[in-house]
């Protein structure tokens, strides 16, 4: 099974933890109705990507300050030639960025989100408008772990579901629930986020 092939399967067996992903769910099969370019940002008009979402044993989440874009987020990325299924890219993303070795991977996604975005050059593709479908996925740091910044960030810190940093990327909120849901805790009051 290749990238492709295990993003299929994953998003087609998946049981969206909201309408909104369940909405998402949708629009990434139909994207990837269109063939496996649809994994890689050659495929200007939208591709998959997959993210990381890292909590700790006190329930604290990691996010970075995206160095590029000022916002604070989840760790994720594009999808690379090596990664051969989406959670193995969302690892791959998470460590690099992360700086910390052994995250546990939760291997079913907690949510999707769809956004635009204006993906810089690589490849020798100049930058363009287009539109990350996220698959996004929960680990867990290891006891004792510590992060360390790399070149995509600003920042990196560990917050409280309920303290989350301004200025925050949207999308960003609505993974708490799933994961605070998959971790076995409480849902918090997005409202009051």
Known sequence: M????????VLTSWPATSDAAEVNRKRT????AEGP??????????????????????????????????????????????????????????TEESGIDGLLLDPEPIDIDVHEVRC???DGVPATPSVHYDVRFLFRAPAGAVERISAESSELAWFAVDELPSPLAAGVVQQIAPARARLGGPAPDVDQM
């Open 29 to 32: 099969l139909g994207l990837l």
């Open 2 to 9: 290749n990238l492709y092939e295990d993003a299929v399967r």
């Open 120 to 122: 810089g050059a690589a």
């Open 37 to 94: 370019d649809a994994m890689t940002r050659a495929h200007r008009a939208g591709h998959v990507t997959a993210s990381a979402l890292i909590v700790d044993d006190a329930g604290r989440v990691l996010l970075c300050l995206h160095g590029r874009l000022g916002l604070w987020m989840q760790l994720g990325g594009h999808c690379e030639a090596g990664d051969e299924t989406l959670a193995a890219a969302a690892l791959r993303e998470a």
